[in-house]
């Protein structure tokens, strides 16, 4: 099956800075890359997605881009605020809706 | 619109006896996903239902089952329970079947002693 590597497991960064987290997948069919916050006592949030047909997509402060050759993809954080301090998850799909996780990179943003 | 809702939220259960958890999903929504929670396993995929029928299953022994009513709702059951069986529940809604946008509940925290 897929499996999806994460890193960094723990970012710290000042307010304001940028953070990046990268993920890599195994598997070259996988073709739709999630991303999740969660907050503690929280489910999962997207905030943000991309398939395999686009090699970045933006959404204000947040972009996420994918090199399918290399099969890695990455999530950039501009201008991070403390509220960014959360858990994120990577993820990636073959077929349906099965996702396969990465191990979640516990992000704190420093006032 | 609503997002997805997981009954109980918390559970004590004892080693051998069993659970069922509720899901509820987006209104409109069809497919439903279950994802176990552990600090060591991370996230991992349990099954998928898509109008009432299982479409994929996780490497998980059959004690976990699941099933989906025509209102899209859906349970989980978790028979003979272990120690290990111990996580966070987590259930995603999706408007379709195919690499759609996923929205999770809450999750149902399950101990089990």
């Known amino acids: 099956g897929e499996n999806v590597e994460q890193h960094p497991s723990t970012l710290s960064v000042q307010e304001g800075d940028s953070a990046v987290i990268k993920c890599t997948y195994s598997?070259?069919?996988?073709?739709?890359f999630p991303w999740y916050k969660q907050e503690l006592g929280k489910g999962p949030q997207l905030i943000i997605d991309?398939?395999?047909?686009?090699g970045e997509k933006k959404d204000q402060r947040i972009a996420v881009t994918l090199n399918k050759t290399a099969k890695h993809f990455s999530l950039h954080i501009t201008e991070t605020q403390p509220e960014d301090s959360a858990v994120y998850f990577c993820?990636?799909?073959?077929?349906?809706?099965?996702?396969?996780f990465g191990t979640g990179t516990s992000l704190t943003v420093i006032p | 619109k609503a997002g997805v809702t997981q009954t109980p939220r918390y559970l004590i259960k004892t080693r051998g006896q069993q659970v069922t958890l509720s899901c509820s999903p987006i209104?409109?929504?069809?497919?439903v996903s279950w994802y176990q929670q552990t600090p060591g396993q991370g996230l991992q995929f349990l099954f998928e239902?898509?109008?009432?029928?299982?479409?994929n299953k996780g490497n998980f022994p059959g004690r976990f089952s699941g099933r989906q009513f025509s209102n899209s709702r859906s349970e989980m059951n978790v028979s003979t329970l272990e120690l290990g069986d111990s996580a966070l529940y987590l259930c995603?809604?999706?408007?379709?079947?195919?690499?759609?946008?996923?929205?999770f509940g809450p999750g149902t925290r399950l101990t089990v002693t």
């Open positions: 995603a809604s999706s408007l379709r079947g195919q690499h759609y946008e996923q929205y």
């Open positions: 598997d070259s069919a996988s073709n739709y």
């Open positions: 991309i398939r395999s047909n686009v």
């Open positions: 993820a990636a799909s073959l077929t349906g809706n099965q996702f396969y």
């Open positions: 209104s409109g929504h069809r497919s």
């Open positions: 239902y898509f109008s009432e029928t299982q479409r």
